[in-house]
């Protein structure tokens, strides 16, 4: 098992990708605290892994609530004396271009796919820099490295979110952390279902995976989940400050 008495922290591991990140984590021996703003699907999913075998706790947090992830990841690290991976995930799309997107909900998606990272990885950052190690995971997107039509605010946060990645890993590569970007592209989740209506519908969105990916197809939670183990262990314990692309050939 790779990652044996490893403590770790998600958010948004209710459904989709956090979800499956925190299984199979799980799976390789970490214990687990499942977090999301729906408390019911943390604790739905930490049941699962309980179920499997594993071990987990379940949270309700907000990460748009500076206080309560705060208090969630440093209260977890007291806990436990120690935090080893925190996989910062939760994260909004909002369609439009500077036409459409209000200012409004540029700032949500700033919150969200930005500030709530910066957060999370600061109330990390103590207990990691004590251990003189740690594994943060911040989800960007292939949108993160490319330019998606119509997509503002999401495309500028997620670029964002790269650049405070890189910026953590050469602050942090002698404190003994590793600061990495998981960047999917199209992965089937209900994170999907406003660019489902933008597109018009399930047909016109399935349509556009198999035309536009050169794979033809959406990438599993699985096929994620295998990433995020990798950037959780010592497998990737050289690798800092990358943007990790899993998307079908989507963004070349
Ligand atoms: N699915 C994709 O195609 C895809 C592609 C690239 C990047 N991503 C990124 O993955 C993340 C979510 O995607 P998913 O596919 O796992 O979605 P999902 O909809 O399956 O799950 C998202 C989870 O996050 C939770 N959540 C939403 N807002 C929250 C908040 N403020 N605080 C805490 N939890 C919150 C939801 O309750 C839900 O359980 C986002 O950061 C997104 O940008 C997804």
């Known amino acids: 098992m790779i990652l044996k008495d490893r403590l770790a922290f998600v958010t948004g591991a209710g459904s989709g990708i956090g979800r499956a990140g925190a299984l199979a984590m799980a799976r390789e021996g970490a ?8 408390g019911a699907a943390a604790r739905a999913v930490a049941a699962e892994i309980a179920a499997a075998g594993g071990r987990a706790e379940a949270q309700a947090v907000d990460v ?19 935090l080893d991976i925190l996989h910062s995930h939760a994260g909004v799309q909002v369609s439009g ?28 950052l103590g207990p990691m820099r ?19 039509r ?12 790269i650049a405070m990645v890189r910026q953590i890993a050469v602050d942090h590569a002698r404190d003994g952390i590793r600061c990495n970007a998981l960047c999917p592209g199209f992965v089937d989740t209900p994170f999907n279902a406003g660019f ?26 699985d096929e994620i989940a295998e990433a995020i183990l990798y950037l959780a262990s010592d497998r990737s314990a050289f690798m800092t ?9 989507e963004s070349l």
Not at 196 to 221: C, D, F, K
């Open 130 to 148: 004590a251990q003189r190690r740690g594994s943060i995971i911040v989800t960007a997107s292939n949108s993160g490295v490319q330019y998606d």
């Open 196 to 221: 489902q209506a933008q597109m018009g519908g399930r047909a016109a969105l399935e349509n556009y995976v198999a035309e536009t990916i050169p794979m033809g197809r959406w990438g599993s939670v």
């Open 64 to 82: 748009a609530d500076d206080a309560a992830l705060t208090e969630a990841i440093a209260g977890t690290a007291a806990r436990h004396g120690r």
């Open 241 to 249: 400050g990358h943007a990790l692309v899993i998307d079908g050939a």
């Open 150 to 161: 119509g997509m503002i605010a999401y495309c500028t946060t997620k670029h964002a979110a």
């Open 31 to 38: 214990l687990v605290v499942v977090t999301d703003r729906d």
């Open 97 to 124: 271009g500077l036409a459409e997107a209000s200012v409004q909900e540029m700032d949500l998606s700033w919150r969200l796919n930005v500030r709530a990272h910066f957060v999370a990885a600061k109330a990390a």
